[in-house]
């Protein structure tokens, strides 16, 4: 059971948007900042954003990023096969003092 | 280019120790928080630990406290996890991660190695 709650799965049309939510609590999504990552098959994590808004240079900007009380969204327009992936929210849990991530939601383009 | 490469993953069982290590290249290491996380089979993610800058400060996962313990030496720009009394349910794919925060832990983790794998099996 993760301490951030994201839905499993997600899907859309190619050139379509989906939006990935992400749930948690005043500890640690309500006090700190939020991160995306995107993990394509086989590989390792790769980060889309941070400080809940922000790209890492090289992120298009079709990927963004938003928060709102204890919950944060990932957005993704203009969908290509090519973001077929599974997606990760964290942030940091203050009570707790540990690092947190979401379940994962798996986006199919279809 | 900035790098990380991790190592020390095998085949280990249960009860028996392990350390991973990770090496860094590319960004000046001890400017920046590491972390570990690590990835079960066919499972999400999870972090297991968190070292600042100078090792000064380290934080573990409850899954994890009092089994593993996170060191880094900057004069190597290596990290390292110490892992003892092992588990099954510690059977994962080991990332190290470098946090995106100058100086601090920011939570967030822009460069990853490729992992290695522990497997805890008798």
């Known amino acids: 059971q993760s301490v951030l709650t994201q839905p499993p799965s997600v899907s859309a049309a190619p050139g379509q948007k989906v939006t990935i939510s992400c749930s948690g609590s005043?500890?640690?999504?309500?006090?700190?900042?939020v991160s995306w990552y995107q993990q394509l098959p086989g590989t390792a994590p790769k980060l889309l954003i941070y400080?809940?808004?922000k790209r890492p240079s090289g992120i298009p900007d079709r990927f963004s990023g938003s928060k709102s009380g204890t919950s944060a969204t990932l957005g993704i327009t203009g969908l290509q096969t090519g973001d077929e992936a599974d997606y990760y929210c964290g942030t940091w849990d203050s009570s707790l003092s540990v690092g947190v991530f979401g379940g994962g939601t798996k986006l199919t383009v279809l | 280019e900035v790098q990380l490469v991790e190592s020390g993953g095998v085949v280990v069982q249960p009860g028996g120790s392990l350390r991973l290590s990770c090496a860094a290249s590319?960004?000046?290491?001890?400017?920046?928080?590491m972390h570990w996380v690590r990835q079960a089979p066919g499972k999400g993610l999870e972090w297991v630990s968190l070292?600042?800058?100078?090792?000064?400060?380290?934080y573990y996962a409850d899954s994890v406290k009092g089994r593993f313990t996170i060191s880094r030496d900057n004069s190597k720009n290596s990290l390292y996890l110490q892992m003892n009394s092992l588990r099954a349910e510690d059977t994962a794919l080991y990332y190290c991660?470098?946090?995106?925060?100058?100086?601090?832990?920011?939570?967030?983790?822009?460069?990853w190695g490729q992992g290695t794998m522990v497997t805890v099996s008798s």
């Open positions: 400080d809940n808004n």
């Open positions: 991660a470098k946090d995106i925060g100058y100086g601090g832990n920011s939570g967030a983790f822009d460069i």
């Open positions: 590319g960004f000046t290491f001890d400017d920046y928080a």
């Open positions: 005043s500890s640690n999504i309500g006090n700190n900042y």
């Open positions: 070292i600042s800058w100078d090792g000064g400060s380290t």
